[in-house]
Protein backbone atom coordinates (compact mmCIF):
# COMPACT_ATOMS: atom_id res chain seq x y z
CA UNK A 1 0.00 0.00 0.00
CA UNK A 2 1.51 3.44 -0.94
CA UNK A 3 2.22 5.71 1.86
CA UNK A 4 -0.66 8.62 2.00
CA UNK A 5 1.87 11.85 0.86
CA UNK A 6 -0.22 13.79 -1.52
CA UNK A 7 -1.10 16.85 -2.84
CA UNK A 8 -4.44 18.24 -2.63
CA UNK A 9 -5.73 20.26 -5.17
CA UNK A 10 -8.46 22.42 -4.88
CA UNK A 11 -9.82 23.49 -8.56
CA UNK A 12 -12.38 25.46 -7.16
CA UNK A 13 -10.23 27.63 -5.22
CA UNK A 14 -8.39 28.07 -8.29
CA UNK A 15 -11.50 28.84 -10.01
CA UNK A 16 -12.18 31.72 -7.35
CA UNK A 17 -8.61 33.26 -7.30
CA UNK A 18 -8.75 33.36 -11.44
CA UNK A 19 -12.38 35.15 -11.09
CA UNK A 20 -10.61 37.68 -8.64
CA UNK A 21 -7.78 38.62 -11.12
CA UNK A 22 -10.77 39.05 -13.74
CA UNK A 23 -12.12 41.51 -11.14
CA UNK A 24 -9.21 43.39 -10.42
CA UNK A 25 -7.73 43.34 -14.23
CA UNK A 26 -11.49 45.46 -14.88
CA UNK A 27 -11.39 46.04 -18.70
CA UNK A 28 -8.49 43.61 -19.18
CA UNK A 29 -8.77 40.54 -20.04
CA UNK A 30 -7.08 37.64 -18.40
CA UNK A 31 -5.23 35.16 -20.14
CA UNK A 32 -4.73 32.25 -17.34
CA UNK A 33 -0.59 31.23 -16.36
CA UNK A 34 -0.25 28.25 -16.58
CA UNK A 35 3.40 26.89 -17.31
CA UNK A 36 5.41 25.03 -15.39
CA UNK A 37 2.82 22.19 -15.27
CA UNK A 38 0.07 24.36 -14.00
CA UNK A 39 2.85 25.73 -11.29
CA UNK A 40 2.80 22.39 -10.18
CA UNK A 41 -0.61 21.66 -9.74
CA UNK A 42 -1.01 19.88 -13.07
CA UNK A 43 -1.11 21.63 -16.17
CA UNK A 44 -4.29 19.51 -18.11
CA UNK A 45 -6.45 19.34 -14.94
CA UNK A 46 -5.68 23.31 -14.66
CA UNK A 47 -6.50 24.53 -17.90
CA UNK A 48 -9.84 22.34 -17.83
CA UNK A 49 -10.70 23.85 -14.59
CA UNK A 50 -10.86 27.09 -16.17
CA UNK A 51 -12.11 26.05 -19.12
CA UNK A 52 -15.10 27.74 -19.27
CA UNK A 53 -13.76 31.33 -17.60
CA UNK A 54 -10.30 31.57 -19.01
CA UNK A 55 -10.49 33.03 -23.10
CA UNK A 56 -6.62 32.46 -23.46
CA UNK A 57 -3.80 30.50 -21.77
CA UNK A 58 -0.24 30.81 -21.59
CA UNK A 59 2.51 28.89 -20.88
CA UNK A 60 6.76 28.72 -21.58
CA UNK A 61 7.01 26.77 -24.41
CA UNK A 62 5.50 24.39 -27.14
CA UNK A 63 5.40 21.07 -25.34
CA UNK A 64 3.15 22.46 -22.92
CA UNK A 65 0.63 23.93 -25.21
CA UNK A 66 0.40 20.64 -26.49
CA UNK A 67 -0.64 19.07 -23.22
CA UNK A 68 -3.47 21.12 -23.48
CA UNK A 69 -4.36 20.11 -26.70
CA UNK A 70 -3.86 16.78 -25.73
CA UNK A 71 -6.99 17.25 -22.76
CA UNK A 72 -9.45 18.96 -25.75
CA UNK A 73 -8.90 22.93 -24.65
CA UNK A 74 -9.43 24.87 -27.95
CA UNK A 75 -8.45 28.44 -26.65
CA UNK A 76 -5.58 29.92 -28.18
CA UNK A 77 -2.33 30.02 -25.99
CA UNK A 78 0.34 31.97 -26.25
CA UNK A 79 3.50 30.90 -26.16
CA UNK A 80 5.76 33.12 -23.60
CA UNK A 81 9.35 32.25 -24.90
CA UNK A 82 8.29 31.83 -28.41
CA UNK A 83 9.71 29.73 -30.49
CA UNK A 84 13.04 27.56 -30.27
CA UNK A 85 12.88 25.91 -34.08
CA UNK A 86 11.74 27.34 -37.39
CA UNK A 87 9.55 24.52 -37.63
CA UNK A 88 7.26 25.11 -34.84
CA UNK A 89 5.79 27.79 -36.58
CA UNK A 90 3.74 25.26 -38.57
CA UNK A 91 2.89 23.57 -34.99
CA UNK A 92 2.02 26.87 -34.05
CA UNK A 93 -0.43 27.98 -37.34
CA UNK A 94 -1.86 24.36 -36.79
CA UNK A 95 -2.26 24.46 -33.20
CA UNK A 96 -3.76 27.87 -32.86
CA UNK A 97 -0.76 28.75 -30.91
CA UNK A 98 0.56 32.44 -30.35
CA UNK A 99 4.40 33.07 -30.21
CA UNK A 100 5.95 35.58 -28.41
CA UNK A 101 8.83 36.27 -30.57
CA UNK A 102 11.48 37.96 -29.41
CA UNK A 103 14.62 37.68 -31.32
CA UNK A 104 16.43 38.72 -34.40
CA UNK A 105 16.54 35.01 -35.63
CA UNK A 106 12.49 34.32 -34.60
CA UNK A 107 12.07 37.29 -36.87
CA UNK A 108 13.80 35.24 -39.46
CA UNK A 109 12.59 32.22 -39.21
CA UNK A 110 9.02 34.11 -39.51
CA UNK A 111 10.11 35.40 -42.81
CA UNK A 112 11.07 32.30 -44.71
CA UNK A 113 9.18 30.09 -43.67
CA UNK A 114 5.50 30.99 -44.86
CA UNK A 115 4.40 30.11 -42.34
CA UNK A 116 0.85 32.76 -40.95
CA UNK A 117 0.69 31.88 -37.09
CA UNK A 118 -1.09 35.05 -34.58
CA UNK A 119 1.84 36.01 -32.93
CA UNK A 120 3.16 38.79 -30.33
CA UNK A 121 6.05 40.83 -30.29
CA UNK A 122 7.84 41.39 -27.13
CA UNK A 123 9.49 44.66 -26.14
CA UNK A 124 12.49 45.03 -23.71
CA UNK A 125 11.58 47.52 -21.25
CA UNK A 126 14.20 46.93 -18.16
CA UNK A 127 14.06 43.67 -17.25
CA UNK A 128 16.89 42.53 -19.88
CA UNK A 129 15.81 39.08 -20.42
CA UNK A 130 14.10 39.06 -23.47
CA UNK A 131 12.69 41.03 -25.90
CA UNK A 132 13.26 43.77 -28.50
CA UNK A 133 14.52 47.43 -27.65
CA UNK A 134 12.16 50.18 -27.97
CA UNK A 135 14.43 52.27 -30.20
CA UNK A 136 14.74 48.95 -32.65
CA UNK A 137 10.93 48.63 -32.79
CA UNK A 138 10.33 51.02 -35.96
CA UNK A 139 12.41 49.16 -37.54
CA UNK A 140 11.16 45.64 -36.72
CA UNK A 141 7.89 46.96 -37.63
CA UNK A 142 8.86 47.62 -41.40
CA UNK A 143 9.92 44.05 -41.66
CA UNK A 144 6.41 42.98 -40.88
CA UNK A 145 5.00 45.29 -43.29
CA UNK A 146 6.76 44.04 -45.50
CA UNK A 147 6.47 39.94 -44.39
CA UNK A 148 3.12 38.14 -45.29
CA UNK A 149 2.70 36.99 -42.04
CA UNK A 150 3.20 40.54 -40.30
CA UNK A 151 -0.61 40.69 -41.52
CA UNK A 152 -0.73 38.30 -38.28
CA UNK A 153 0.66 40.04 -35.35
CA UNK A 154 -1.27 40.68 -32.34
CA UNK A 155 0.54 43.29 -30.42
CA UNK A 156 3.18 43.58 -27.80
CA UNK A 157 4.20 42.27 -24.74
CA UNK A 158 6.55 43.24 -21.92
CA UNK A 159 7.55 42.03 -18.32
CA UNK A 160 8.23 43.82 -15.43
CA UNK A 161 10.84 43.29 -12.99
CA UNK A 162 9.88 45.03 -9.95
CA UNK A 163 6.13 44.41 -9.63
CA UNK A 164 6.22 42.72 -6.37
CA UNK A 165 8.08 45.67 -4.78
CA UNK A 166 5.61 48.38 -3.87
CA UNK A 167 8.36 50.48 -2.96
CA UNK A 168 10.03 50.40 -6.55
CA UNK A 169 9.46 53.15 -9.00
CA UNK A 170 10.92 50.73 -11.74
CA UNK A 171 7.59 49.42 -12.65
CA UNK A 172 5.93 52.80 -13.43
CA UNK A 173 9.61 53.55 -15.36
CA UNK A 174 8.74 50.36 -17.46
CA UNK A 175 5.36 50.94 -18.38
CA UNK A 176 5.80 54.45 -19.27
CA UNK A 177 8.71 52.91 -21.82
CA UNK A 178 6.57 50.42 -23.19
CA UNK A 179 3.43 52.82 -23.74
CA UNK A 180 5.92 55.46 -25.62
CA UNK A 181 7.30 52.27 -27.54
CA UNK A 182 3.86 51.50 -28.91
CA UNK A 183 2.31 54.63 -29.30
CA UNK A 184 2.69 54.45 -32.87
CA UNK A 185 0.01 51.30 -33.19
CA UNK A 186 -2.67 52.28 -31.24
CA UNK A 187 -4.90 49.62 -32.89
CA UNK A 188 -2.26 46.65 -31.66
CA UNK A 189 -3.05 45.25 -28.46
CA UNK A 190 -1.08 45.00 -25.17
CA UNK A 191 0.06 42.68 -22.36
CA UNK A 192 2.41 43.97 -19.26
CA UNK A 193 0.31 42.86 -16.23
CA UNK A 194 2.11 39.79 -14.14
CA UNK A 195 0.17 38.77 -10.98
CA UNK A 196 2.12 41.05 -8.82
CA UNK A 197 0.72 43.92 -11.36
CA UNK A 198 -2.73 43.94 -10.32
CA UNK A 199 -2.01 44.54 -7.20
CA UNK A 200 -0.41 48.09 -7.77
CA UNK A 201 -2.79 50.64 -7.48
CA UNK A 202 -3.49 52.60 -10.66
CA UNK A 203 -1.48 50.42 -12.84
CA UNK A 204 -2.49 49.97 -16.50
CA UNK A 205 -3.03 46.67 -17.25
CA UNK A 206 -4.19 47.33 -21.45
CA UNK A 207 -5.68 44.54 -23.52
CA UNK A 208 -4.90 41.58 -21.41
CA UNK A 209 -2.95 40.65 -17.80
CA UNK A 210 -1.30 37.92 -17.12
CA UNK A 211 -2.15 35.81 -13.69
CA UNK A 212 -0.14 33.29 -13.05
CA UNK A 213 1.15 32.69 -9.02
CA UNK A 214 -2.45 34.32 -7.74
CA UNK A 215 -4.27 31.72 -9.69
CA UNK A 216 -2.87 29.22 -6.93
CA UNK A 217 -3.00 31.28 -3.91
CA UNK A 218 0.83 32.23 -3.80
CA UNK A 219 1.56 35.95 -3.22
CA UNK A 220 3.21 37.93 -5.71
CA UNK A 221 3.65 40.81 -3.23
CA UNK A 222 6.92 41.35 -1.39
CA UNK A 223 5.69 41.53 1.89
CA UNK A 224 2.03 39.94 1.51
CA UNK A 225 0.89 36.22 2.11
CA UNK A 226 -1.80 34.96 -0.62
CA UNK A 227 -4.89 34.96 1.88
CA UNK A 228 -3.64 38.89 3.15
CA UNK A 229 -4.34 39.83 -0.71
CA UNK A 230 -7.24 37.81 -0.58
CA UNK A 231 -6.12 34.65 -2.60
CA UNK A 232 -7.20 31.27 -1.62
CA UNK A 233 -4.61 28.22 -1.42
CA UNK A 234 -4.92 25.46 -4.22
CA UNK A 235 -2.68 23.37 -2.95
CA UNK A 236 -2.65 21.71 0.58
CA UNK A 237 0.19 19.45 0.83
CA UNK A 238 0.00 16.45 3.32
CA UNK A 239 1.61 13.30 4.60
CA UNK A 240 1.68 11.11 7.69
CA UNK A 241 2.72 10.61 11.05
CA UNK A 242 4.78 7.73 11.05
CA UNK A 243 6.10 7.34 14.28
CA UNK A 244 5.94 9.35 17.66
CA UNK A 245 8.96 9.44 20.11
CA UNK A 246 9.80 11.06 23.17
CA UNK A 247 13.08 12.83 22.69
CA UNK A 248 14.52 13.90 26.24
CA UNK A 249 16.09 16.68 27.47
CA UNK A 250 19.77 17.12 25.56
CA UNK A 251 18.83 14.51 22.67
CA UNK A 252 19.23 16.01 19.42
CA UNK A 253 17.52 14.79 16.34
CA UNK A 254 18.43 14.00 13.05
CA UNK A 255 21.37 14.79 10.71
CA UNK A 256 23.79 17.09 12.35
CA UNK A 257 22.39 16.90 15.70
CA UNK A 258 21.12 20.03 14.41
CA UNK A 259 18.55 20.25 16.99
CA UNK A 260 18.79 19.61 20.34
CA UNK A 261 15.51 19.36 23.12
CA UNK A 262 15.70 21.89 26.37
CA UNK A 263 13.33 19.31 27.42
CA UNK A 264 11.51 16.14 27.22
CA UNK A 265 9.61 16.60 24.07
CA UNK A 266 7.33 14.71 22.48
CA UNK A 267 7.84 14.51 18.58
CA UNK A 268 6.93 12.79 15.36
CA UNK A 269 8.16 11.25 12.30
CA UNK A 270 6.53 12.89 8.71
CA UNK A 271 6.69 11.39 5.39
CA UNK A 272 8.05 13.84 3.57
CA UNK A 273 11.43 14.81 2.66
CA UNK A 274 13.11 17.03 0.02
CA UNK A 275 13.31 14.04 -2.41
CA UNK A 276 9.50 15.16 -2.70
CA UNK A 277 10.27 18.69 -3.12
CA UNK A 278 9.65 19.69 0.52
CA UNK A 279 12.48 22.86 0.75
CA UNK A 280 15.60 21.14 2.58
CA UNK A 281 16.14 24.75 4.10
CA UNK A 282 12.92 24.73 5.55
CA UNK A 283 14.60 24.04 9.10
CA UNK A 284 13.61 24.66 13.11
CA UNK A 285 10.51 26.20 13.37
CA UNK A 286 9.04 26.08 9.88
CA UNK A 287 5.50 25.60 10.48
CA UNK A 288 3.04 22.78 9.85
CA UNK A 289 0.04 21.97 11.34
CA UNK A 290 -2.15 18.66 12.27
CA UNK A 291 -5.45 18.50 13.17
CA UNK A 292 -6.06 22.14 12.67
CA UNK A 293 -3.27 23.09 15.24
CA UNK A 294 0.22 24.46 14.16
CA UNK A 295 2.91 22.37 15.28
CA UNK A 296 6.94 23.34 13.73
CA UNK A 297 9.67 21.52 12.17
CA UNK A 298 12.90 20.51 14.29
CA UNK A 299 16.06 19.96 13.01
CA UNK A 300 16.93 18.77 9.05
CA UNK A 301 15.25 18.22 6.44
CA UNK A 302 15.89 14.86 5.07
CA UNK A 303 15.60 13.16 2.02
CA UNK A 304 12.85 11.08 2.73
CA UNK A 305 11.09 12.73 5.96
CA UNK A 306 11.26 15.29 8.50
CA UNK A 307 10.47 15.72 12.18
CA UNK A 308 8.08 17.57 14.00
CA UNK A 309 7.24 18.93 17.70
CA UNK A 310 4.13 17.73 18.64
CA UNK A 311 3.90 19.88 22.01
CA UNK A 312 1.11 21.82 20.93
CA UNK A 313 -0.79 18.56 19.31
CA UNK A 314 -0.57 15.99 22.11
CA UNK A 315 -3.72 13.95 20.40
CA UNK A 316 -1.57 13.70 17.34
CA UNK A 317 -1.51 9.82 16.50
CA UNK A 318 0.80 7.71 13.95
CA UNK A 319 -1.58 8.04 10.49
CA UNK A 320 -2.70 11.42 11.23
CA UNK A 321 -2.22 13.80 7.98
CA UNK A 322 0.47 16.42 8.50
CA UNK A 323 -0.23 19.75 6.98
CA UNK A 324 2.60 21.21 5.25
CA UNK A 325 1.22 23.91 3.52
CA UNK A 326 -2.21 24.53 2.66
CA UNK A 327 -5.42 26.31 4.46
CA UNK A 328 -3.50 26.31 8.11
CA UNK A 329 -0.03 27.04 7.51
CA UNK A 330 -0.04 28.72 4.26
CA UNK A 331 2.76 28.27 1.46
CA UNK A 332 4.34 31.86 1.22
CA UNK A 333 5.37 31.32 5.27
CA UNK A 334 7.03 28.32 4.34
CA UNK A 335 8.84 29.61 1.25
CA UNK A 336 10.03 32.61 3.80
CA UNK A 337 11.19 30.28 6.36
CA UNK A 338 12.95 28.55 3.60
CA UNK A 339 14.68 31.83 1.82
CA UNK A 340 12.49 31.11 -1.15
CA UNK A 341 9.30 31.83 -2.66
CA UNK A 342 5.79 30.14 -3.38
CA UNK A 343 6.82 29.72 -7.12
CA UNK A 344 9.61 27.71 -5.97
CA UNK A 345 7.87 25.40 -3.76
CA UNK A 346 4.62 24.84 -5.87
CA UNK A 347 6.85 24.24 -8.78
CA UNK A 348 9.06 21.75 -6.93
CA UNK A 349 6.70 18.94 -5.88
CA UNK A 350 8.35 15.71 -7.32
CA UNK A 351 6.33 12.86 -9.68
CA UNK A 352 6.38 11.00 -5.95
CA UNK A 353 4.03 13.25 -4.99
CA UNK A 354 0.55 12.30 -6.30
CA UNK A 355 -1.97 15.08 -7.42
CA UNK A 356 -5.73 14.49 -5.90
CA UNK A 357 -8.07 16.78 -7.15
CA UNK A 358 -10.95 17.85 -4.99
Request: one cysteine or more.
Amino acid sequence: MPRSTAAYIDLDALRRNYRTATEIAGNARAMAVVKADGYGHGIARVASALADVAPKYAVACIEEAEAIRAAGIAQPIVLLQGVHAPEDLADCEHGNFEPVLHSEHQLEWLEQSGRMPWFWLKINTGMNRLGFRPEELHAVMARMEKCAAGSRLLGFVSHFACADDTNSSMTATQTAVFEAAVSTWPALMKSVGNSAAHFISGQPLFDWSRPGIMLYGGSPVVGKTGPELGLEPVMSLEAPLITTRVVRAGESVGYGGAWVAERDTRMGMVAIGYADGYPRHAGTDTPAAVGGRRIRLIGRVSMDMLAVDLDNAPEAVEGDAVELWGRTVGVDEVASCAGTISYELLTGITNRVPRKYR
